[in-house]
Nanobody
Framework: QVQLVESGGGLVQPGGSLRLSCAAS????????IGWFRQAPGKEREAVSC????????FYSDSVKGRFTISVDNVKNTAYLQMNSLKPEDTAIYYC????????????????WGQGTQVNVSS
C-alpha cells in the first residue's frame, strides 16, 4: 500500500520540542521532494519546510526558521521535522507531502499527502 504516515505529534509546553516523523511505504522517498505543511483552525494550510530530492536543498518559512529542521533518512524511508522552541502559534495539524517535481515549497506543488498529526503547544 502506497502511503505516508505522520507521527510524533502531541501536547507540549511552550519552549519544548517535538520530532515529527513521516514514514513512507510502497515507494522510496529518495526519489521525491518532501514538504511539511500545517493548518491551524480557521486558517489556510501553510508551508513549513521542504527538502529537495536532488541536492537536499531546504526551505523554511520565516516563522520557523532557526527553530525547525527538516531531514530525511533514506535507509528508514522516513522524513523528519525536528521542532524546537515551540510556541503556541505553532499549534496546528502537521502534514507531510511528496512529489517528484516541485517549483517551490507550496502545497499546490505537492500531490501526495499523509493524514496529518496534531501538535498542540500550550501551558
Amino acid at each position: 500500500q502506497v502511503q505516508l504516515v505522520e507521527s510524533g505529534g502531541g501536547l507540549v509546553q511552550p519552549g519544548g520540542s517535538l520530532r515529527l516523523s513521516c514514514a513512507a511505504s510502497g515507494f522510496s522517498l529518495d526519489r521525491f521532494n518532501i514538504g511539511w505543511f500545517r493548518q491551524a483552525p480557521g486558517k489556510e494550510r501553510e508551508a513549513v519546510s521542504c527538502i529537495t530530492n536532488s541536492d537536499y536543498r531546504t526551505f523554511y518559512s520565516d516563522s520557523v526558521k532557526g527553530r525547525f529542521t527538516i531531514s530525511v533518512d533514506n535507509v528508514k524511508n522516513t522524513a523528519y521535522l525536528q521542532m524546537n522552541s515551540l510556541k503556541p502559534e505553532d499549534t496546528a495539524i502537521y502534514y507531510c507531502a511528496t512529489d517528484l517535481r516541485i517549483s517551490k515549497c507550496d502545497s499546490a506543488d505537492f500531490g501526495f499527502w499523509g493524514q496529518g498529526t496534531q501538535v498542540n503547544v500550550s501551558s
